[in-house]
């Protein structure tokens, strides 16, 4: 079990295109995490999963944003008509939640610069 | 509403000296703390949780925080501090311990002078 892993590491795209990033958690894991961290800034809470089901999403997951855990094991962060404001860090994270305290495990995060 | 404050966006430090980096917190229900440290390009590590459990967690590479409720705060520290410690550490919270979104601070760049 190598951790979690995001790809791709860097995206580079123009305004008003689409993107989609991956995230594979840890295995076995039931709980997926979404956060964005801008220059500077500590990460801030996107949306999450339960398995396949997204129980939370942000004030800050405009309509433009979607994601998805079709079989309860990646994800996809997809964003539609990208905005200069959307260049941040993705940063994906997993835990197992069934007992005792959870931990999430961050894995080393998606780079989009929006030109 | 859950929220955390960390005190000094950079702290500096010379090599072997105390590290101290301040965190409180703000929480309608006992909190769940977390600090993270994040490396250059790099997702974010945990380095030690508070589980109410003891006051004073440990943890990896030699970094302790202490759970002081009166003060709400949860400080991070080291005793002696080395050059690969330098990078970003950030302070977090929970409000459940069964599973939740963290809430986390803006972080404190550490920079380690040799």
């Known amino acids: 079990d190598t951790g979690v892993s995001q790809n791709p590491r860097h995206k580079i795209t123009k305004r008003g295109q689409n993107v989609t990033f991956r995230c594979d958690p840890i295995?076995?894991?039931?709980?997926l995490y979404w956060y964005r961290q801008t220059l500077g800034q500590g990460p801030e809470f996107l949306t999450y999963f339960q398995n396949e089901a997204q129980l939370e999403k942000s004030r800050l997951l405009s309509d433009r944003f979607s994601a998805e855990r079709p079989k309860g094991s990646f994800s996809t962060l997809e964003i539609q008509r990208t905005e200069q404001g959307d260049s941040a860090m993705y940063l994906c994270a997993s835990s197992w939640v069934g007992g005792g305290q959870e931990t999430q495990y961050f894995g080393p995060g998606t780079r989009l610069l929006v030109l | 509403a859950q929220s955390v404050t960390q005190l000094g966006s950079h702290v500096s430090v010379s090599e072997g000296a105390l590290v101290l980096l301040r965190c409180n917190y703000s929480?309608?229900?006992?909190?769940?703390l977390f600090w993270y440290v994040q490396y250059p390009n790099q997702g974010l590590q945990l380095l030690l949780k508070y589980t109410s459990a003891a006051t004073l967690v440990k943890g990896i590479n030699g970094f302790e925080a202490e759970f002081k409720k009166s003060e709400t705060s949860f400080h991070l520290t080291k005793p002696s501090a080395h050059m690969r410690d330098a990078a970003e550490y950030f302070c977090a919270v929970s409000e459940e311990a069964s599973g939740s979104r963290l809430t986390f601070g803006e972080g404190t760049q550490l920079t380690v002078n040799p």
């Open positions: 929480s309608s229900v006992p909190p769940y």
């Open positions: 295995s076995e894991h039931n709980r």
